[in-house]
Nanobody, 118 residues
């Protein structure tokens, strides 16, 4: 299990923006680049869902509900995965998790709460 530390959640008004980060403080950079990384969320009463993924070659994919609003990126030098979220709506309220996968083995961040409310 890889240690992943999330930050950046909070309360935001509808239409607002937030940036989530997920650091891997104990991972060496060369290993960090090998992982496929993703963001998931779990809304109240619902299953955890995949939002965005970035592969080791930088290819990104998004689920339809966040396409065009969310942007996943990575900073290899800082060993950090980011999720820039724009045009947030109340339905985006959830606990957000980062995920690192290598050879079928998953590691998860601790989760960060995002609440969109006026």
């Amino acid at each position: 299990q890889v240690q992943l530390v999330e930050s950046g959640g909070g309360l935001v008004q509808p239409g607002g923006s937030l940036r989530l980060s997920c650091r891997a403080p104990r991972m060496i950079t060369s290993v960090f680049t090998m992982y496929t990384k993703a963001w998931y969320r779990q809304r109240p009463g619902k299953q955890r869902e995949l939002l965005a993924r970035i592969t080791n070659d930088g290819t990104t994919t998004y689920t339809a509900s966040v396409q065009g609003r969310f942007t996943v990126s990575r900073d290899n030098s800082k060993k950090t995965l980011n999720l820039q979220m724009r045009s947030l709506q109340p339905d985006d309220t959830a606990v957000y998790y980062c995920n690192f996968n290598l050879d079928g083995r998953d590691s998860w961040g601790q989760g960060t709460q995002v609440t969109v409310s006026s």
